[in-house]
């Protein structure tokens, strides 16, 4: 909770001038109070002479209260506005500064749940709120300090049940807190959900199983407004306390009040002028329960939030990593996802800076996990990773990611043009663009599109090809001078031709350190490899080239004759 201080205090100026803007609006509502009493002694005594200056002070003071209330308006509006998005591209850039591994641990509906409806929670239970109890502080202070000078034992009164109507509801204010973090956690689940169905639209018509989602949809939509519906129910019941006493109160101060009146010891306007200033001491007690209330169970969401943000990367990497210049090397890696099956078991692999690598095994056998656990996605495995001689952990992440790519199946891309694509909105001159679109096959696409490089790629690149995607992603390490290019074609739809001319155009680039995670076994590839690594059920179990692996007659072999039944023809 104490960071959101650093955001609620962000716009000082601001924050202040509210202050200054809800106390002049409470002073004048006081002032009304006054006002009234007077004009009620003025006619009772017959005062003629102050009836005029009494009608012009109170057209004075209704002036007042309209500028004040407006101008109390406009900067509280301005607070909400400069504060909220002040949050959240806060927590927006400190999720994009998370580390990947850290990224990847969050499901990223949950980031956007905290981004919109945990920001929502805390503007109206906290920021609206704190000021509405500075505001009634600042009543119930002025009324009391007039009230006392009227009548002490009427404050004392007022204090004994106004200090009973905040300790009752606080025994309920655990629970609401407790209830309105699962609500929270509610929201956070209903949005992922629904982000996961909306991507799998396809699945869902093609196996017409709308009614079974529409089913989860509604349990989950069930859960989120039932917590909802808890929280509502809590904050009636402090609600119903918060009345009872302050009705109580009101009640004692009208008989009280009445008392003194009818003793004579207070004029009939005085009277007034009590029952009013009790009302700004009443009111305020009523509110500040619950708000007081709403404000510390926004505690928990903090904490969530904070959590969520914590990035392990800041513990361990001390160490920067200029240029990639000898090899990454993996040294008896062992690695799991759940605790009862290993994905990778004791591998030891060696990739020499600028030679290719070409990893295969059949579907499961671990190709993904081991580049990813290059990559830096996991931290928790066994064994090292290490990259010139330098712990992969301890690796500035900034270092790394100049150094390694890896470019995947689904390339994102920016709805803006192929240049901007490739450039990613950094300043590189179209020379060095046009070299990279040379060296990544680019070259002949652009020369048939009317715009050339400046055509656009359409809303995630969907003028373009899957093939077309994946050359400008290669295009973009190549521009940023990754020195190791890993390339996930797994679950490549590319056609073997695609593919072929991918692979060979990035197989000629002499200063790469190329690692291919690849399905398609043809020669002609193949031989250009310095190494094929063979892996089955999470283990290395042949590494050689081509020619070496067929001479070998093991499984290497025997896959390459699944995928080409003739070999004598394929070769
Ligand atoms: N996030 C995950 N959580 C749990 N298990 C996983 C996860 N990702 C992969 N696995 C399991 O780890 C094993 C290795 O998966 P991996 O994706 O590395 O295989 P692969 O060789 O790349 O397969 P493919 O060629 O089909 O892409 C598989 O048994 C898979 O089910």
Redesign the pocket.
Known sequence: MKKLYKYIFKYKLLFFTRIITISLAALSAIAFDFMMGFIVDIFANGENSKFIPIISASILLIIIMFITEYIDGFVMSSYIKNTVNYLRTDIFSKILSKDMKDFSLDNSGKYISVLYNDIKIIEDSLLNNIFQVISSFISFTISLVFLSSISPTIVLFISIFGVLGFVIPHALSKKLTLEKNNYSHNLEDITSVTKDLFSGFEVIKGFNISSKINTIFRNYSNTVETTKRKCSIIEAIIKGFSLSFSVTIYLGVLILGGYLMYRGEISVGTAIIIIQLSTHIVGPVKISISLINQIKSVSLIADKIDNMLYDSSEDVEDTDLISFENSLEVKDLTFS??AD?K??SNINLTFEKNKKYAIV??????????I?LLMRYYKDYDGDILLDNKDLHKIFSSDLYKNMSMIQQNVFMFDDSIKENIKLFANYSDEEVSNVCNRSGLSNLISSLPKGIDSLVGENGNKLSGGEKQRIAIARALINNTQILIL?E??SALDNETAYNLESSLLKLYDLTLIV?T?KLIKNILINYDEIIV?KD?MVIEKGSFEYLINLKGYFYSLYYIQNDDISLSE
Do not use: N, P
């Not at 095994?361 to 081991?370: A, F, I, P, R, V």
């Open positions: 996802y759940t099956r994905a990778l095994g059949e579907s499961g056998c671990g190709k993904s996990t081991l990813k996930d797994s679950t995670v399905h892996m999470g």
